[in-house]
């Protein structure tokens, strides 16, 4: 009795992982894409500027590329 509450637990178990892949490929699709036909691009210029602090006295600066929001220069260099 106990052994067959077990494989009817374990059949339904198999059945739900069976069905749960594909119910999340369906939720995917998507058809209502727009097109446009119209489209133009165009290229943007990289946005920089640089940063400076003070340490001992000596003004250090560091180029920023605020596109990416990382560093560009590797070290800090002296003004």
Do not use: H
């Amino acid at each position: 009795m106990k052994s067959n509450k077990i494989f009817k637990l374990l059949l339904l178990t198999a059945f739900v992982f069976t069905l749960t892949p594909f119910s999340a490929i369906a939720a995917e699709q998507n058809n209502n894409i727009p097109t446009e036909t119209n489209q133009s691009i165009s290229a943007r210029a990289e946005s920089t500027g640089y940063i400076y602090k003070e340490m001992g006295g000596i003004m250090y600066k560091r180029l920023w590329s605020y596109t990416r929001g990382c560093w560009i220069d590797p070290t800090w260099t002296p003004c």
